[in-house]
């Protein structure tokens, strides 16, 4: 009876029910966005697919780029904050690249064997972090394990729209 009656409400209501509405679609829109913002990640950078890329020979095809977050700063225009969780499966790697920003990341399973051009190979575990200046060269980057997983979250600082990580021909 409680629907019958709110069918029939007067024109005069109807205008009332028109925010609700409007606040209720909108949600289901960002709902609906929100779920494929990794899909979509294309127009702010080229960075969630080629950071865990690697050959088939590698052992490799268990690594899994997921995007949580990503905004603009607006206390320094022109600059973009993206976190990234990258998981490693046993063996797995990343090729060497380089990042357009700065990079900080953040060990939180396993271990990750790392090496920076310059640097020395170094393992990190759980709770660890390690910092990559722009432009730096990252010449390992693996799960340290052949049989158990890692994983990783790397908070970057670059530019809109730049290209977040560029793979580097051996």
Not at 4 to 27: C, K, S
Not at 154 to 167: I, M, N, P, S
Request: glycine residues 8%.
């Amino acid at each position: 009876m409680g629907i019958a009656l709110e069918m029939t409400t007067p024109v005069a209501g109807r205008a009332q029910l028109r925010l609700p509405l409007l606040l209720a679609a909108a949600t289901i829109c960002a709902v609906v966005s929100a779920r494929s913002l990794p899909l979509k990640m294309d127009a702010i950078s080229e960075l969630p697919l080629p950071i865990c890329a690697s050959d088939a020979s590698g052992g490799s095809s268990l690594n899994k780029v997921e995007v949580i977050s990503s905004h603009a700063l607006p206390d320094i225009p022109g600059k973009r904050v993206t976190i990234v969780r990258v998981t490693y499966g046993p063996g797995g790697f990343t090729p060497p690249h380089r990042h357009a920003g700065t990079v900080t990341a953040y060990i939180t399973r396993g271990q990750i064997r790392s090496q920076l051009k310059g640097g020395p190979v170094e393992i990190f575990d759980v709770g660890q972090s390690f910092f990559e200046p722009p432009g730096a060269i990252h010449l390992v980057s693996a799960n340290a394990s052949n049989t158990d997983w890692a994983e990783l979250i790397a908070v970057f600082v670059a530019d809109e729209g730049a290209q977040l990580t560029t793979l580097i021909a051996p």
